[in-house]
């Protein structure tokens, strides 16, 4: 895991530059759960944090993929200058990546530009040699064809990866969890917390939560009997089932079952297992009241020491810090609008900045 820019911006510090890829059949919903936490960023903290502009490889309208056009700011070669760029991808991104887009994006890396990409955005980074020994997220039903095509790349489950100055999200609004993580290492969590509170976000996921992948989408359909084990597992995480019955069940030999999960899954079935076990203890502790010890039980742990071990050897935070984690309560302080906000400026970012003054949240958060 990697290194992102970190600490709170000095004052004097010009609004970091973003530019959105608008590629045809972008999924709308994942390019507005990443500008809208910068927006509201600028308006919680009363200041131009930020500044976004969208871009598409000719400046003509993209349509995305639920049909609705939008006109791009620039084009590539009328771009600005750019301190990151996100790739938003969608529908049937393999034709939507084009010899112009790819070595715009490697001339923006060779420029410094920090690169990111939403939904299957990934595509483009990948194909551009951008993520070669990378981390990266993808929306999960895009996993397999990412894994084959491009075998240099580490294609995570993750519903977003921050990996040196690339950063990753899937789709739909694991986006805005990603913006969030990043507006928060930037700027401080306090910020990124009252954003979630604007957005009614009740929890900010992090890297380590992971998608919800079918099995199906890794495995394809040639592959019945495992996908039927990991079903048995899935149903049955209270009391785990022996793995020598999971084998019977399915008829298969127990060194069968072994190497269908080495082979498919690379790892043991017992730790495939385990690690459903530890998936769902986790989302008990975030999402319930329910004690350790409860967690722990419904889990199919024995005694709890030797869950906190398992927890805390998987996921790096032992549950009590975990559940402590949810519980702190962050305090938002009131500041008076600041002078240079009257200031023109042509940026839509400060276009809306200056529209949210009269809000009652406006420059609520100090920085």
């Not at 999924?27 to 910068?38: D, F, R």
């Not at 009363?46 to 400046?59: D, I, N, P």
């Not at 700011?73 to 200058?81: E, I």
């Not at 359909?221 to 149903?235: F, H, W």
Request: charged fraction near 20%; charge should be neutral.
């Amino acid at each position: 895991m990697s290194q992102f820019t970190q600490g709170a911006q000095p004052q004097s510090r010009a609004p970091q530059s973003i530019g959105f890829l608008l590629l045809d059949n972008f999924t709308l919903i994942s390019l507005a759960s990443a500008v809208e936490p910068l927006r509201m960023a600028n308006q919680l903290s009363g200041k131009e944090l930020y500044r976004w502009h969208t871009l598409s490889q000719s400046g003509l309208p993209v349509c995305a993929s639920d049909g609705l056009q939008i006109t791009p700011d620039a084009s590539l070669l009328t771009a600005p200058r750019l301190d990151a760029v996100v790739v938003c991808g969608g529908v049937d991104i393999q034709h939507s990546v084009t010899r112009e887009h790819v070595q715009w994006l490697q001339s923006q890396a060779r420029h410094g530009a920090q690169l990111g990409a939403v939904c299957t955005g990934s595509w483009a980074l990948a194909k551009a040699g951008l993520l070669d020994a990378h981390d990266c997220s993808v929306h999960w039903e895009f996993l397999a064809a990412m894994q084959e095509a491009f075998p240099r790349t580490a294609v995570t489950t993750r519903l977003f990866s921050i990996d040196r100055n690339r950063y990753t999200s899937s789709g739909g609004t694991a986006p805005m969890d990603m913006m969030l993580h990043v507006i928060g290492r930037e700027h401080g969590r306090e910020l990124a917390a009252a954003i979630s509170e604007m957005f009614i976000y009740e929890r900010i996921r992090n890297e380590q939560d992971h998608q919800r992948v079918p099995l199906k989408h890794m495995l394809g359909t040639n592959q019945p009997k495992l996908q039927e084990i990991v079903a048995l597992m899935e149903a049955n995480l209270e009391e785990p089932i022996d793995l020598d019955q999971l084998a019977l069940y399915v008829d298969v030999s127990r060194r069968q079952l072994e190497r269908l999960f080495q082979k498919y899954l690379h790892c043991s079935p017992s730790r495939y297992y385990l690690k459903l076990r530890l998936i769902r203890a986790r989302q008990l502790l975030k999402q319930t009241s329910m004690s350790i010890i409860e967690v722990a039980s419904v889990c199919g742990f024995v005694s709890t020491p030797h869950f906190s071990k398992c927890y805390r050897e998987y996921f790096g935070i032992p549950p009590r810090d975990e559940r402590a984690g949810q519980q702190g309560g962050n305090v938002v302080a009131l500041m008076p609008m600041p002078e240079d906000l009257m200031r023109p400026s042509p940026s839509s970012a400060m276009a809306a900045l200056t529209r949210a003054q009269g809000e009652s949240t406006f420059a609520s958060v100090r920085l």
